[in-house]
């Protein structure tokens, strides 16, 4: 019975691969951003510059940015912010009025903190993220006011159920992944040369968790995160993805130094 719904599983994977697969892909680029770590954890932070054509797409916002420059300590929850999203995309040439879309993996404050630097920008969110996020009374601990641009403002956005296609032409697909949030994503990226990239998100903090499969246990939905592991991994197989784990530092050496591009 397990290696029959594994099987569908896998098929399923592969319906969504060819289904999506781009017929003439788009020139794409993918920088991987320094946003900081952990401090005495091994964790880092890491976020993602996407360039599709003319369109550039920021993944995940990284830690707030009035952390900047400050020394470890209780205000900054013992993260280390050495400087910003903004001033790495300056050394692009890039401004904030040039990002066209911020797509975050989850709800959480470490993949939001800088995301309100782009205020023009269209915000991608998982659906269920983005209901709690705007709840009469949101949960303890989250923080929509990272948000407010789309909440209070009323830029442009999109509250995403299941998988994206970003651009329309499967280079940039939002792979639904629950269970680490129930509106959880993680990101694949199709570079015609590098070949296909995926992001994790939060669905796997380290390289031991992904080998050993466990689940933490502050998951939103225990059930649904071992099935989007599942899923994440059949679908890094069909598409012969490289795995980047966002906050492993030892993924980092798997892209291009910034400000080198994966292309």
Known sequence: MVATIRTMLLAAALAFTIAAAPAEPAKVQLWRIDCGDFGPNALINSCYLIRHGDMLMIWDAGFPGEWVGKPLSAETRSTSVPTSLVSQLARLGITPDRIDMVA????HWDH????????????LIGKED?????APQPATGLEPERLAPWIKAGAPMEAIPGDRDVFGD???MMVATPGHTLGH??????????????LSGDLYHSSDQYREKRISRGNADQAKTAESMRRFDDLATAEKATIIIQHESGDVAKLPVFPKAAD
């Open 104 to 107: 975050v993996s989850h709800l």
């Open 112 to 123: 939001l903190g800088q995301a309100a630097s782009f205020p023009k920008a269209r915000l």
């Open 170 to 172: 499967g280079a940039v």
């Open 130 to 134: 983005w209901e709690a996020l705007t």
């Open 185 to 198: 994503h993680s990101l694949l990226v199709r570079l015609p040369h590098f070949g296909a990239v995926l």
